[in-house]
């Protein structure tokens, strides 16, 4: 069975802190997909980022970096100089490679930027 | 442009009262789902659909339908809501080959409020 754990269920930090957000998964795939959205109060789901379960490359995006560990089955979130635009609900979710189910979701951070 | 388009955004109705959630993809995918959101338990999958004529439950089926008579349709029906169905609904598709760089592509959700 697959599952996605965000065990942070809200942070809150003060502008331009740095900030990380933590996602630990599990699947018994070789071939997977992990995928961060954000959800701002507007309530639409934004894609922010997928990686394939080969390639654990860490990436940089702006004011955005994942990192992405097989070893500890993670896929961390980190924000740079947060600003209050940041302010949202962020989900991790996990897709296997056979395509049958569709993405299985963390139950999402809630992430408070306080000017 | 391309989109997964919903409708209604917003609902509020009654116990018992049949009712339909649109949506509509203009970019050819095969593969469509439907999830639902709610505080504190994330994104859950209710059905998917791989193509036409073909759909399969996903984690919480109970209580909806689906059908997929055209690739760019698949709506979700409540033949007699209840209020534990008050949720935020999404529709989402993407390319049947999971292995294409296409994300899945959500829609900009559907409140539904059952009284």
């Known amino acids: 069975a697959q599952k996605v754990t965000q065990a942070q269920t809200e942070i809150s930090v003060v502008e331009k802190e740095d900030v990380t957000l933590d996602c630990v998964y599990e699947t018994r795939d070789t071939t997977y997909y992990l995928f961060w959205y954000k959800q701002p109060p507007s309530g639409e789901l934004v894609f922010l980022i997928r990686?394939?379960?080969?390639?654990?490359q860490n990436e940089i995006s702006g004011r955005y970096s994942w990192n992405f560990q097989k070893s500890t089955s993670s896929f961390n979130f980190t924000i740079t100089a947060s600003q209050v635009v940041d302010s949202a609900v962020y989900f991790c979710a996990l897709y296997s490679g056979g395509g049958a189910d569709g993405l299985t979701f963390g139950k999402g951070t809630h992430l408070i930027i306080q000017p | 442009e391309a989109q997964v388009t919903q409708n209604p955004r917003y609902l509020i109705t009654v116990t018992g009262k049949k009712l339909t959630v649109t949506c509509s993809q203009n970019?050819?995918?095969?593969?469509m789902s439907w999830y639902r959101q709610d505080p504190g338990l994330g994104l859950r999958q209710i059905y998917y659909?791989?193509?036409?004529?073909?759909?399969d439950k996903g984690d919480v089926p109970e209580g909806y339908k689906v059908s997929r008579k055209e690739k760019r349709n698949f709506p979700l029906i409540l033949e007699s809501p209840s209020p534990n169905q008050t949720s935020l609904y999404f529709c989402?598709?993407?390319?049947?080959?999971?292995?294409?760089?296409?994300?899945?592509?959500f829609g900009d959700g559907t409140r539904l409020s059952i009284l």
């Open positions: 989402a598709s993407s390319p049947r080959d999971t292995h294409s760089n296409q994300p899945q592509h």
């Open positions: 970019m050819n995918h095969e593969y």
């Open positions: 659909s791989m193509n036409v004529e073909v759909t």
């Open positions: 990686r394939n379960s080969f390639d654990e």
